[in-house]
């Protein structure tokens, strides 16, 4: 029997790769199968000996991590369509904190073979993604770690393809942006050039702009293969280019409405920047019968109902001892 956690049978041990400042497995809770994350950090001050005031401001940093979580993964679950996967449980098991959700079997789909894809499901695909980010950013929540990564691609029930949104530990509400570099993490090849000044100690406002900026070279990829074109013999990555006032390059191979689109998508400020609506907008009326016909009845590519939050596991040190 392997190891168990907050009811969660964990089907292999716990492993660190590709995973940051975490550790991860999968692990099952009746029938279901679950995506389990471990958070290496906060480390909650079970067994420490350590000073009073030491004491007291490590489970203060806890507590405002828990509150930063729940109200980030309550956010997230109120705004899902069903594609943005939701949180199922976040709880503390000793000293760390775990966040589980159901686990998404993808397809083996990369960029490059999506870009050969017909060219509806292509257009399907960003049109899932983008109605998913329009209702997360509707909520101010800004997924900030927006890669290939962690867009999922999947088959239906139907035998088509869908999206799934997953890894939002990057996260954050709006109305709280992160205040330091440390708290802001993702991949420089989709960073936002609003993303790469405050990484660089600039003043820079933090918005679902972030988002649309990655998606802008997300879309570019599925339909092309590539990525938008820029002088790599002067810039590692696109933010870099924009920034020194040389436009994204857009490639031939597409088509309107989608070229305006992308265009405006990875436009150096952010408030000129069009929105994750307004890409809806642009995308929902393209020919696919299939999907306007799914839409009338339910989320696309939606599997399950909306899920809350618990705070069942959660195990708070009496205030009392602190005082």
Known sequence: MGEIINGFDLIEPLQSKNAGFSRWTFAKRGDRVFFLKEFLDPVYPVDAVIGEKQMKARVMACRDFEKKCMDRYQALNDASDGNAVRVEAFFRSGSHYYVAMERVEAERLGVQEISRLPYEMKVNLCRIIAHSFMMLH??????????EQNILVKKTKKNSLTAKIV??????????????????????VYFSPEACLFLCGEEARLTS???VFALGILFHQYLTGELPGFDSSQYDYLHEAVL?????????????????MITKMLLVDPDERCSME???EVLM????KEYIEARNRRPYGSDSEPTEITRGGFMYAGDSAFM
């Open 285 to 288: 009326p393209l020919p696919c």
């Open 244 to 260: 020194d006032d040389q436009p994204a390059r857009i490639s031939p191979q597409i088509m309107e409405p989608f070229r305006t």
């Open 138 to 147: 509707k909520n101010h929540i800004v997924h900030a770690d927006v890669k």
């Open 209 to 211: 702009k972030l988002d």
């Open 278 to 280: 307004e890409v809806w």
């Open 167 to 188: 890894d939002f530990d990057c996260s954050f509400v709006e109305k709280r942006p992160p205040e330091t570099e440390d708290e802001l993490n993702g991949d420089q």
